[in-house]
């Protein structure tokens, strides 16, 4: 037989609330069913003045990203029966403005992605008879960890220091950095070293690595954020005791 589990949920509406709150709901605890089921259940049979974000609901889109009993995931890729016996207390991801209810403002981060250029820049281009740019094995491997990233921004909600500094650029911002600076193909890694190598960059990481943690898709900007600051480190090093190498 079907048990039940209660959903705490945060509950916002700036245009009409002075202050948030939690409702609870009582929900099926199916054994198949994941924490978006059981939204889309409230959503659909209790109340739908609820409000949250979803998508493709198999770990792609990250749009269902939020804070379930104080850590941020995918609300597609979390069992209910794993949270029994409950209660699932559930907010809207940390460090964000929020829209309504579940529903985050996510224009800052977006702001802060276009600025690392995620995208392949070439100063010239191959002619079209010479085909494809090729890569070895070897190449894509140099970045296909970084290029896994799907925007969730969980890293964000989970890093103490976007927390405290919201100017910082953020995990996911430098490791999209990082993807195309490794990429073979690319030619814009100067463009993105002036932005990413900033006080407000690389250097505002203190390396707690929750960011890391929490990634549901294994990209670790952590360790993109540290091989990026060896690397600057060392062409500093370069522009000063070998300043004809950049020439």
Not at 117 to 145: D, F, V
Not at 172 to 186: C, E, K, P
Request: with cysteine.
């Amino acid at each position: 037989m079907t048990s039940n589990i209660t959903l705490e949920v945060f509950r916002y509406n700036p245009e009409n609330d002075d202050e948030p709150s939690f409702q609870s709901y009582a929900v099926p605890c199916n054994k198949d069913w994941v924490i978006l089921d059981a939204l889309n259940y409230i959503k659909d049979n209790l109340d739908g003045t609820l409000s949250f974000r979803w998508s493709c609901r198999m770990g792609v889109c990250g749009s269902c990203g939020m804070m379930i009993n104080g850590t941020p995931v995918l609300t597609c890729a979390k069992f209910l029966k794993d949270y029994l016996p409950g209660p699932i207390r559930i907010e809207p991801m940390e460090h964000f403005p929020v829209v309504k209810d579940l529903i985050i403002e996510m224009s800052d981060f977006v702001d802060k992605l276009k600025r690392v250029k995620p995208y392949i820049i070439r100063k010239e281009e191959q002619p079209l008879s010479e085909g494809e740019y090729l890569q070895t094995p070897a190449q894509l491997a140099a970045y296909k960890q970084y290029s896994m990233c799907i925007n969730c921004m969980l890293c964000y909600s989970a890093c103490p220091v976007y927390g405290l500094e919201p100017e910082f650029l953020g995990p996911a911002a430098i490791a999209l950095g990082q993807r195309y600076n490794l990429d073979s193909r690319d030619q814009g890694k100067k463009e993105r070293e002036d932005v990413i190598s900033q006080d407000d960059g690389i250097w505002q990481c203190t390396f707690v690595g929750e960011c890391s943690a929490v990634c549901p898709k294994d990209v670790d900007p952590a360790g993109a954020i540290q091989r990026y600051k060896v690397e600057s480190t060392t062409n500093w090093w370069k522009s000063v005791l070998m300043p004809w190498s950049d020439k």
